[in-house]
């Protein structure tokens, strides 16, 4: 609200129009001293200082009556338009602001939603209707092309897109799965069928309730299954020929062999068990940790933790510094000595897969240092639109030691292109991986996966209904605060970014081809070097 108090309190919008959707700042008890959230605030003093370039000469009193009688008037018609609150003129102090936008002049302050979490110990937990379940009427219409990952959809869907997919199909996923999810009328009901590791499945399961609160009555019906384990298992030979009839299973990875169905893993939205913050903060801090040395005063060497085989000895130096993770102390000490922001000092950074893919990969790449990649067998939602020589640096996997070794060489000896690369890397995950587009990214999933569907999709017997409320009224401690971190507060003003056209066979082929020549080039230049090297011994 603007009021004629000691401040000011004035929200501006993002520079791209888009409003955000993070923020948990109560109506009440605000602490305008230590305001850290980007509002302007101004005091009385500077709201009178001079404006360069005008005259500025004191009001006579005749004037000056005149002057406060407009005021008056003016300030009469913005409390009748609900511009601003009169409980001012009593001296209380309301929390509605003027929002200047980026396309307009004024606009309205949209609606918050806080968690309602009961105060009740007795009371069981219910999900609040005061909540949009349905899209406003004056949206508008984003002007945004989602990045060029998103083109995977279509692939990852190809395998029902002659079919269609029936509930029978969805049937025989439950075996593998570990919940089923039913969205109806904009609401999720969830049947749960096992135990997933640690809390994967809760995240999970909150992440997609995120996106409900962002994008209300968006998303036609659906149903589908999730499994939360790390490998893929719906295996493509299981299923040939045009009656295969394959399950569709969602979870985080899969592999050139797999049809499952990829979707963003938990961690977007923190993993409590290893103290990892939810992305959307968490990223903005790995830019600001990126700043803190810039890269040509980084360690020329290549970090990793646990890659032991390829560290410093007597007899190799492999041009790595790798270090040894205790897990068990760590776990001890809430993880507090490996903060992600603080791992940017190092020229060269190390992804290599774990059982299968690993969440480190986003952390990784987000670092601006060149990115060391060894080639994984699994891939997850967004490293297929990453292309080696430009975002990264492969490695072989049967010779990691001489194949990092020498992209440490080549790195020192072409730092511009070295730096380049991992710059790209970090610009990729800054903008593209922003959260935002996650969301999108799932929207944009789900929506393709729904239009497949062959039924009607109804509420199971089983099933219990999911919200925001039900599912962090009930945490403590870390769970509980990643949660309100991380929780939707408004519904975008906004469609999501725009689909972009699946790929036609010859520019998938072209696509995929760049990509391999480009590990060739790698690969050939690192047989070179090592030839040569060995006829000098």
Avoid at 110 to 118: T, V
Avoid at 123 to 130: A, E, G, S
Avoid at 238 to 257: H, I, K, N
Avoid at 434 to 444: G, Q
């Amino acid at each position: 609200m603007l009021g004629i108090k000691k401040k000011y309190l004035i929200k501006e919008e993002p520079a791209d129009g888009k409003p955000s959707i993070h923020g948990r700042t109560k109506k009440n008890n605000y602490n305008y001293d230590n305001d850290n959230t980007g509002f302007c605030l101004m005091s009385m003093s500077e709201l009178h200082k001079p404006i360069t370039g005008t005259s500025w000469r004191p009001v006579k009193k005749a004037a000056a009556s005149s002057i406060a009688a407009v005021l008056l008037l003016i300030a009469g018609v913005l409390v009748s338009v609900g511009w601003i609150d009169a409980s001012v003129f009593s001296g209380v102090y309301s929390y509605q602001n003027i929002v200047i936008g980026s396309n307009s002049t004024t606009s309205r302050q949209k609606p918050e939603f806080l968690l309602e979490c009961s105060t009740d110990n007795d009371q069981t937990q219910t999900c609040p209707r005061d909540y949009p379940t349905t899209t406003s009427s004056d949206i508008n219409t984003s002007n945004l092309t989602c990045p060029s990952f998103f083109r995977w959809i279509h692939e990852d869907l190809r395998h029902w897109k002659q079919t269609g997919i029936t509930q029978g199909m969805i049937e025989r996923a439950r075996k593998m799965a570990h919940f089923r999810l039913v969205i109806v009328n904009g609401r999720a009901y969830v049947e749960k069928f096992r135990k997933s590791i640690q809390t994967r499945d809760k995240f999970t399961l909150w992440g997609i309730l995120q996106l409900l609160r962002l994008y209300p009555g968006r998303l036609p019906d659906l149903e589908l299954m999730f499994d939360c384990d790390d490998r893929p298992i719906v295996r493509s030979l299981d299923y040939q020929g045009p009656d295969a009839r394959p399950p569709p299973l969602f979870r985080y990875c899969s592999d050139e062999s797999s049809m499952d169905i990829v979707f963003p893993d938990w961690s977007f939205w923190g993993w409590a068990e290893t103290n990892i913050r939810p992305w959307g903060n968490l990223l903005e801090e790995i830019k600001k940790g990126n700043q803190r040395t810039k890269w040509e005063d980084r360690v020329p060497y290549a970090y990793w933790k646990d890659l032991m085989k390829c560290n410093v000895t007597d007899k190799n130096n492999w041009n790595t510094l790798l270090y040894v993770q205790d897990w068990g102390r760590e776990s001890k000490q809430g993880f507090k000595q490996s903060n992600l922001e603080d791992q940017c000092t190092h020229r060269y950074k190390i992804y290599t897969e774990g059982w299968a893919w690993s969440v480190s990969e986003k952390y990784i790449l987000a670092c601006d240092s060149m990115t060391l990649y060894i080639r994984s067998q699994f891939y997850d939602f967004f490293i297929r639109g990453m292309v080696p020589l430009q975002h990264y640096w492969p490695i072989r996997v049967n010779s990691k030691c001489k194949s990092l070794k020498f992209a440490v060489e080549w790195g020192n000896l072409h730092p511009h292109e070295a730096k380049g690369i991992g710059e790209a890397a970090g610009n990729f995950i800054q903008e593209d991986l922003k959260m935002d587009n996650v969301y999108d990214y799932i929207f944009h999933l789900l929506n393709e996966y729904a239009n497949l569907l062959k039924f009607k999709p109804v509420i199971p017997p089983a099933a219990v209904e999911l919200c925001s409320e039900t599912m962090a009224c009930q945490e403590t401690s870390t769970w509980r605060k990643f949660m309100e971190e991380s929780l939707v507060m408004s519904p975008r003003d906004a469609t999501p970014c725009a689909m972009p056209p699946p790929y036609k066979p010859p520019e998938l082929q072209d696509f995929l081809e760049r990509k391999a020549n480009s590990t060739k080039q790698v690969e050939m230049w690192e047989d070179q070097y090592w030839l040569i090297s060995d006829k000098k011994q």
